[in-house]
Each structure stands twice: as C-alpha cells, then as structure tokens.
C-alpha cells in the first residue's frame, strides 16, 4: 500500500503534533529502509545530519525511535510501523519490536 496509513490510533491526552511526528519518523524509514533508531545511532542523534549528508528536509524527517520497517520473507519491505508517545529513548521503537513478535507468534510467554 505504499505510504499509505492502514491502521492509526490517538490515545486521550496526545497532542495534535503526533501525527507529523509519525510522518517524520515513517519517512526516515521509508527512505532508508532501517529503523529510526538505526539513523538515530547512524547521525550519533544530530538530526541535522540528515540534511547537510542526505539532503532531507529536517521538517519531514527525524532521527528517532519508535518507526521500523516491515518486512515479509520472500517479498522485502513493504511497511512501516511507528509509534510515538512512551517517555524515554528506546521505549517506542521496543513497543514496535514487540508488536512485531507478537504477530509472528514469536512473543515471550509470561
């Protein structure tokens, strides 16, 4: 489905400017492939990287956690799966892996 949004869902109390977050995020991940935490430790968190390195626009890009590709065996990558809101570095991008796992079956009992 390309950039098209599938599924996306605002919990009470987000702020409106959530959702250009995500775009930022997802497109970091549409252009690279790579999660969002994977340029985030690639630029070492300057999101001016991407600009002066790769010539993207700061407004519609980022370097942060919380968006990772999907990708199916035998096709490649066809998606993106982003999330924003939990405090923390790491914390949005673990929710994603952990969503992932689950929908493979591949979750941690207990």
Known sequence: LGKQIVFQ????????DKEHWL???????????????????KTDGDNSVLEKKYGLSTMEY?????AVP???????FIGVLAMSGIPGL????????????WLKGEQENG
């Open 23 to 41: 775009d930022r995020k997802s497109n970091t991940v549409f252009n690279f492939h790579h999660a969002s935490l994977w340029m985030y430790y």
């Open 70 to 76: 999907i990708c199916v065996d035998g096709v490649g």
């Open 90 to 101: 790491l914390n949005d991008h673990k929710l994603c892996i952990e969503a992932l796992k």
């Open 9 to 16: 869902y605002t919990a009470n109390g987000c702020s409106p």
């Open 62 to 66: 980022t370097v942060s956690d919380g």
